[in-house]
């Protein structure tokens, strides 16, 4: 949403074209009518649940989260505007239950920017598009190389949005009224922003392929739970043995749950880098533990007995107790291993991949919106058999791809890993 920008740059935009403005563009400061009141408590609700059900058009959502503040990824602010309501800012800690709105407006497409990213807290709110226009989606599918909502905005409308409140704790309370006034204008031009991506959409003979994904955004069922989160640690692979991995393991469970009882983010009670460190360094006692400097500071330190009995708990595992270096997956072994256990699988890849490249360039869109990487390694890896064009697209749809998808690279992929088979 509006609160991750992507960090591609590029100087021109494919999408672009030459009429749209040069100079800087004008900062949009104040909603058309105004900052809206926060809607708190269920009589507003019921007005915002009238207004927009007699509204008109598309409705504009966002919400804002407490990432890197608060525990969960749950929803502090919702915004929405539609044409003949107006703009609406709903709290979603007292009003935590949108089912009615949610019916009021369901004739109605929903408007997200990187709506993968807000759909599960909005579903926590029972907010649910029947229909969906992903602005950021679209902008990747007609290849801009920045697609964050400010981007956008001033490259397709030629306006400005502020973006200073971009990574603030939106769970704070009371909300200050310029934080208030940046997430209203974060809905101010969606509508807009979509009506012009969508012309953009036809005028590349793309607008039914991006249909289609929209769709697929919203028919993904939700995230299965990782089986071992803890192997995301960031700088992980420092630790270089099982006893070592078993202390992040540890640790990184603590953590969690002392995030979750206190409503932190992780990060916030112990780094990542704090539990590298400890892995490595196995300290004995409390004053040890201490001298490694994340689990020095006020909250970190609050917890050092249990720090150090999680990893005393490490030291007295036996090794079939301690986690595996690497988890057991259902895919293809990583890359850079395919050379020596199967190396036409290592030529089957090089050519699909160069395949997928090559035609992502020629209909303008990063490749992994083309087609996603680990459809090509799966397909590289263990193609169908027979090897043919049927087979192949067959493959590529239960890989998750989309018709659209598999229109444009079946038959080159099938062609290119026949060839790499017979090493041509």
Known sequence: M????????????????????????????????????????????????EAFGAGRGPVAVDAERAS?????????????????????????????????????????????????????????????????????????????????????VERVLGMRLAKEHSAVDWSVRPLPEDWLRYA???????????????????????????????????????????????????????????????VVRELWS???????ERDLSPGRVVPDAGIVEAALAMPRTAQDLAAIKPFGVRLARRYIPVWIKAINRVRDMSVAELPRPSAPGDGPPPVNRWADRDPVAARRLEAARSVVSSIAERVTMPTENLLQPDAVRRLAW???????EAAVAQHLRGNNAREWQVGLTTVALTEALQKAEKGV
């Open 2 to 49: 509006s609160n991750v920008l992507n960090s591609k740059t590029g100087d021109q935009d494919p999408g672009s074209s030459p009429e749209r403005p040069t100079g800087e563009a004008p900062l949009l400061r104040e909603p058309r009518e105004g900052l809206p009141p926060v809607v708190g408590d269920a009589a507003r609700l019921e007005q915002v649940v």
């Open 68 to 152: 890197g503040y608060r525990y969960g990824q749950r929803a502090y602010l919702v915004q929405l505007r539609r044409a003949g309501a107006g703009t609406a800012l709903i709290d979603p800690i007292p009003c935590d239950d949108l089912t009615e709105l949610n019916a009021a407006i369901a004739d109605a497409e929903m408007v997200l920017h990187a709506a993968h990213q807000d759909l599960p807290c909005l579903t926590e709110l029972h907010l649910r598009p029947a229909r969906l226009f992903d602005t950021e989606l679209a902008g990747r599918l007609l290849g801009y190389q920045r697609v964050g909502l400010g981007a956008m």
């Open 184 to 246: 209203a204008l974060d809905v101010e031009v969606l509508v807009e922003l979509r009506d012009a991506l969508e012309e953009e959409l036809a005028a590349a003979g793309k607008l039914e392929w991006a249909r289609e994904e929209f769709a697929a955004v919203l028919a993904a069922p939700p995230k299965e739970p990782r089986p071992d989160p803890w192997r995301r640690t960031s700088g992980i692979h420092r630790v270089r043995n099982q006893r070592g991995l078993g």
């Open 254 to 260: 603590e953590r969690d749950r002392i995030a979750c």
């Open 382 to 388: 263990a193609p169908p058999r027979p090897l043919d």
